[in-house]
């Protein structure tokens, strides 16, 4: 789970853990832009699904977490953006 | 700086792990374990004369990940943090003039900015078995960057 996942040095963490084998769930604070840059990566073959999250808020990050579409949260990774 | 400026900033950067963690961990204990890896700031380590909400909030968030750590070491779970120097992407292009990243460029011991990947490289390596040893600490993939004199900076040519 990438968090700030469709940044600059996030897309390349999504990409890097992709290629190593992992399920990554790509999140960020926009759905559609969550969404598109995962789409973008599953395109090249990678398993990469995108979720939309708020992660100041406990509500979305409890339905990040326990979304379907996250497969494992054996490994975590987030960054933030905000300045 | 405004109070509500502070507020919003806190809210993302260390409220967000905070609440991060506190979901994902259970889900780790009962996989086995699992890794954690916190971004960062030099300025989480750092004074500067700006974004003091930034810095106070990458510094806070340092403290969370070795608590993380020393709480949830023994249920497999580790906990690190990586802090990357400049990293040329393409918000970076859009918010910081040239001059000012030629600033931080030269101060770094490898002449060049950081890129995306150098960034990626790390978390993957942490996220790995290959990293099964190691948890609480700061890595940094910055170039350099914290690893000198502030006399030596700008550097000097050889």
């Not at chain 1, 996942?5 to 790509?26: F, Y």
């Not at chain 2, 971004?39 to 700006?50: P, Y």
Request: glycine content about 10%.
């Amino acid at each position: 789970m990438v968090t700030g996942g469709a940044g600059g040095i996030d897309v390349a963490t999504v990409e890097a853990l992709a290629v190593a084998g992992a399920q990554v769930v790509l999140a960020d604070v926009a759905d559609d832009t969550a969404k598109a840059a995962a789409e973008k990566l599953a395109a090249q073959g990678l398993s990469v699904v995108g979720h939309g999250v708020d992660i100041s808020a406990e509500a979305s990050v409890e339905r990040l977490v326990d979304s379907p579409s996250t497969p494992s949260a054996a490994s975590t990774s987030w960054t933030t953006t905000r300045r | 700086m405004s109070v509500e400026l502070w507020d919003q900033v806190l809210a993302v950067n260390l409220r967000g792990p905070m609440l991060l963690c506190r979901h994902t961990v259970p889900v780790m204990i009962e996989r086995g374990g699992g890794s954690i890896i916190n971004i960062t700031s030099g300025q989480g380590l750092s004074g500067d004369r700006v974004m003091v909400a930034y810095g106070s909030s990458k510094g806070g968030l340092i403290a969370l990940t070795r608590f993380v750590a020393a709480a949830y070491g023994a249920d497999g779970i580790r906990c690190n943090a990586v802090a990357p120097g400049l990293v040329r992407t393409p918000a970076l292009e859009a918010d910081m003039p040239v001059p000012v990243q030629q600033m931080f460029q030269s101060a770094n011991l490898i002449p060049r900015l950081g890129t995306p990947e150098d960034v990626s490289q790390l978390v993957a390596f942490l996220a790995s078995p290959a990293a099964s040893f190691i948890t609480g600490q700061v890595l940094f993939v910055d170039g350099g960057f914290l690893a000198h004199l502030p006399t030596l900076s700008p550097l000097p040519p050889r």
